[in-house]
């Protein structure tokens, strides 16, 4: 016995289990290492209490099982009624402070008790109660009371047919839409869980510049195989749809929404994909937007198009999502144009003209994930229809997956920002959570990061966005902090110094980035080809707002973009409250200056400095802020596993590599307009601005 | 102690160390089972000579060490010498049996010695010794001389900058250029060690369709990164270019090969290329290739191109290998235009006009990759030009990674075909080898199926064709059969009757992969989008040669290309006896049939049947076997890992709906021309014609 023992051990040994490839994400269940902590848990899971065949319960207790026999390493058995003390016992029932996916979890003479509404809140509650077990918190007098604050959680995944993901940086698609349905990737299951562990509930499989292949039955039954994969975990999935599908694969001579032949076109098809997948979550459209057919092609509105998808929906529990993300470019002499204002101008008048079953998903900011941005101006602007948060995990203008970028500080603060729409506290959460209109209908959604990379996101700690996006879908008053500590100790470690180090490094993290890119309100500056690294002297696109001057306007006198009454008035479409933060130079907090304001190169900050000596200011702290969090990143060493700590070492110095090159793009290129010197404490750029413009085009070529 | 084993134990069995995810390709170095095995082993491994510091022998040293560790669990010492018996003897010395990258392993007063002349060969001689304990041969009195027939063996990675893949089906790029090249992804050395098992000694690490930013500096240091990854494994990095490189960098104002500006750019940038990699490899070239720059856009030749890069390599190492893949579109009124013949027509005059350091690859086939093709007729007819063979490794017209289609036997029909230039016996091989014209350069190359999909290959069994690539490339007179049986044994069971049925399976495979999708020499009927399905009914493409029509040429009269004397004289272009094989139909091997001569449908054939009734055969029971290959994976069931298993099993499920497809489409498409009716032995197809013509639509979809 001991031999064979010594044997598997050094199997085990001979396949290096040891080297963390990332791949378990935070549901490592790695031994707890100290074995009082491990037997006090243990005193409390000595068994599980199961009376229900539903699937979801099932999940539930496999996952505490494989859970527990990691973390403690012993196994549990599962019962269907207990006497004895010091289990856990899944209770189904109705309990009014619980929503539909609610959960709560209490001390009851001498057992824990899950109790839930639905299968799916004893899910959630027994992930909840396994984080309890992973951060170290203690079981006794538990009592905890969670609700998800917004309905539909879900993800929303660019993927294209063919393997390829649009502004995804973590390998290739997860879904072989080749192999399936016949071939099940033991993958999809681990996506599941991860998801499901965080309180997502709904996936969007294909890219919003959607192929039509996906409303045809060769698709259909793949995307049966995995929402059939994904169901027990709680998880639907919905379909991004292309608007000419009904023209394309011939159904029709048209795709006009108000075309008879269009609309039962549509009710036929949405029959068919509920005959094959009964709990079909709905549509995801982009329509009129970058190209994409919609309903203005046929001289309709968004509404209209939309309406005919919640019609032909009527039958089924499914909902329409509709993206507002759409921006005509600004007729030449259209003075006052500005990308800013475009979604504002086509969605804002159809408020009340959507039916019950449409949700319209709106980007955090009113231009393109940006760094940092202005919340959209339509979040308060449409009181009569449910308006869902689409934020982006991967980072497309956040460095890919070279940059060490904590998102939930980005996303947290969206959500916080005052509309005043109803007075003050009129928060952007609670206009998405439903609470501010009273919507019936709530959502959230977030691009998704993953990709076929083995720790799913490229960089290791982009493991932390996806998990973010996750917990402030659940709960938006969670704080970046709670989260960041709550990933940390599941992922990475316990020993506190390493804790408190990383989850620092995580929350400065967003705010080091804004610094070296796109400080003091800048935006849109970045290399057009790909959105990577910086292109602040781009001048011409092939549409005026996809260039970087029309968003910078740097000129002789200084830099930024006059949104006030005096220049494109898109400051206008906020509330008075929200204008007066913002409206006069002088008083607009410095992270917002340029977004709405043509400041003079001298003119003196908030901070003492001139504008240019802040600007500068803010590229060389940034570049400095890097570098520190190298040596954050080397002091926790010790503690973290080598293979991670190996590959996060290596990216954060690409991350220093590209600080370099945009400080010394944005400095060398915005001090020809400026002609002021770059202030003396500071070195001389490490190149010239000819030589940066090389660099970045090289990443632009062929 | 025991307490903490058994901890680890859980901890190992809690990340499933049993389930087999593939990673480990043919270096699994799992335990062998039977102790007795073990110890005999043993007695003959305990310890390890070594008294070198070359990087390459300590890389020998420690994958003995590893490779020991798993294979037997026990830790083998490294000495410097040593008087006892029982050990592994390191000896580099001069040895003329050998060349330069041979190795003898031999018994020696009761050691093991392996012997080399270079450390390279140390390491190969090591990889065979591990190759004979995994494959349970007996150590006793080994007595191996092996020397690589060919100089450079390499891999071609059509790998774009951005991570895609061109042809790749096992998910993004195994480069990471955007993380390099700070971060080293530890995947690049167990890319560069699963390479020296096998003996491949060389790799391009970009796409043959070449992004011109491998020019600069930003990049080669990228690459430099990978090359010192894979310097201590004995393989040589190099790139392709894209020839307009000088112009596209703005370094010159043309890149006419003969402007002595463009040739002091090339050894400017060579000398930096030494700079930075002092063991490059050298250049390889698509050159005017379907829109590829080349010296034909200055009026220029293959060999004005090709000798400008020889040039520029003269002071180094480095060789120019330059692709014969070229075919310009034959002109409308050429009444003998033919694909078949273009690489011939461009390059046969050319002989001896390349300088020394000049290789010309060429395809295997004279057309691109098909499941079968004739020999290239560039084969022989260049005596005084190094010929290069360019095999496919990834399936682009062989299933993807759908299709379980192993290579071997693909690669061997090819290598023996015979051109008869000097004789009876004048094979390709000999061609290749240099031993038929003494060619002083040799090289052989496969078209990688890696990617970043955790197996490396998408189908777990399209690891042996990188496998059996690199075995063939070492040396092409080892049978398919041999070469499967090796990997069978070392990746997936020793038990016999597994072992058997395996290889069965895998040699069968390319002959039903033909059957049911190009018979009899039908080629490039595949759906031209995407190189997916079948598509014979295309009539048009953009260049009369992508399209189907131009292949199968199927009327009412018949089917199949004349390329005799009467037709398009491409048979002419080989030696009188090849010609005598394949000129009259009535003698022409039934697999060549349709390549060479347009013939009647009810024209009788060898096998009894008339064409008509024969391509029916083929394709029902292609499609059959297919079904087969599945009872026999189903029926080694017991002895496989369970993931690996039901990974194929599901692979092989896809492959049988695709060739119902392939039979469908076919079938029911030849028939509108044959007008005759499916032998009665054979059930109705499926589907219609229209049906399947639909679902292969859908594939091209956007």
Known sequence: MFKKILYLLLLCLSTKTFADDGYRLWLKYDLIKKQQERESYARLTKFIVVNSQLDIIKTASIEFQSGLKGLLGKSVPVVTSSKSTGGIV??????????????????????IVINANTEKGILYGT???????????????????SNPKIQYRMLNHWDNPLGTIE?????????????????????????????????????????????????????????????DVFRPYGIKVFLSINFAAPKILKGTKTSDPLDPQVRAWWQAKTQEIYSIIPDFG???????SEGEPGPQDFGRTHADGANMLAEALKPYTGVVIWRAFVYKPSSKDDQKGDRYKEAYKDFKPLDGQFDKKVIVQVKNGPIDFQPREPFHPLFGAMPKTPLAMEFQITQEYLGFTTNLVYLAPLFKECLESDTYVNGKGSTVAKVIDGSLHDYQLTAIAGVANTGSDRNWTGHFMSQANWYAFGRLAWNHELSSEQIADEWVKMTLSHEPKTVKTVTKLLIESRENYVNFTTPLGLHHIMGQ???FGPEPWLMKSDRPDWASAYYHRADTLGIGFDRTKNGSEALLLYTSEVQN?????????????????????????????????????????????????????????????????????????????EAIWWRDACVLYFQQYSKMPIPAQFPKPERSLEEVKKLVEIYQLR
């Open 529 to 531: 080809g790909i959105h």
């Open 282 to 288: 709905g549509y995801l459209v982009k329509a009129n």
């Open 167 to 227: 502004r995804g940086y973590a390998g290739s698609s997860l879904w072989k839409w080749y192999e399936l349905p016949e071939n099940i990737d033991p993958r999809y299951k681990d996506y599941a869980r991860a998801n499901a562990s965080i309180g997502i509930n709904a996936t969007v499989v294909n890219n919003v510049n959607a192929s039509a292949r996906f409303m045809t039955k060769e698709y259909l039954l793949k995307v049966k195989a995995l929402a």
């Open 90 to 111: 899944f209770q189904l029932s109705l309990n009014k402070d619980l929503n539909e996916e609610g959960y709560s979890i209490t001390s009851q003479n001498g057992n």
């Open 127 to 145: 992930f909840e109660l396994l984080r309890n077990i992973q951060t170290g918190k203690s079981l006794a007098n538990i009592s905890i009371v």
């Open 581 to 657: 933060q913002w409206n006069d130079p002088a008083k607009t907090p410095l992270p917002y200056l340029l977004w709405f304001h043509h400041v003079g190169w001298k003119t003196k900050l908030s901070t003492g400095n001139t504008l240019w000596d802040e600007l500068c200011t803010r590229y060389y702290t940034g570049l400095a802020s890097v570098k520190d969090m190298r040596k954050q990143w080397d002091s926790v060493k010790p503690n973290i596993d080598k293979e991670i700590f190996e590959d996060v070492a290596g990216r954060l110095a690409v991350q220093e590599r």
